[in-house]
């Protein structure tokens, strides 16, 4: 019974860790953008809410499991990180993009999905970073394919990035 409390403990330990890690990544790529003020933490708790109303309500159920749920309100906040790769002219500028800049600026989805990618190749276990993947390449996707990067159509979308991006527009 020690050991096994011991590797509880051990384990509640390193998803602690994880999920500061995962946090101040984010905060890092947060601060180029210092607009957002605590929009992170507030992703991160809608993304709660609307995962364990949608399972409440009977959608879902086989997906939603306590670990989706704690998966995605620590995945969400990577939703954004590919930001770091925006140049400060154009992330940083007043007032409206130029379509130009538009077209840079939705690149970052592609940045910190690919960015991901590439982190979970070299992990035996890469966990909630798969999520953490697909959040941040499909949060700007549309259900009608009218989105990006990819243009997903419908259930093309992970469910995760799904619900980020409601969580990210409200």
């Known amino acids: 019974a020690s050991l096994a409390v011991h590797q509880e403990m051990s384990r509640r330990d390193l998803d602690q860790a994880q999920h500061a890690t995962i946090l101040a990544l984010a905060r890092l790529a947060e601060r180029r953008d210092m607009e ?40 969400s906040l990577l939703h954004d990180i590919g930001k770091v790769g925006i140049p400060d002219s154009i992330l940083l500028k007043p007032g409206s993009l130029s379509p130009d800049e538009w077209t840079i600026m939705k690149t970052h989805a592609e940045i910190g999905g690919s960015t991901l990618d590439g982190v979970i190749e070299g992990l035996q276990a890469p966990g909630f970073l798969t999520m953490g993947r697909d959040i941040a390449w499909c949060h700007h996707e549309k259900w009608d394919g009218s989105g990006y990067p990819r243009g997903l159509v419908g259930t093309e979308i992970p469910l995760c990035a799904r619900i980020v991006a409601i969580a990210d527009v409200y």
């Open 36 to 75: 957002t003020g605590k929009h992170l933490e507030r992703v991160s708790a809608y993304c709660r809410l609307v995962a364990e109303s949608l399972r409440a309500l009977g959608f879902h159920t086989g997906t939603i499991t306590d670990a989706f749920i704690e998966d995605l309100a620590s995945s």
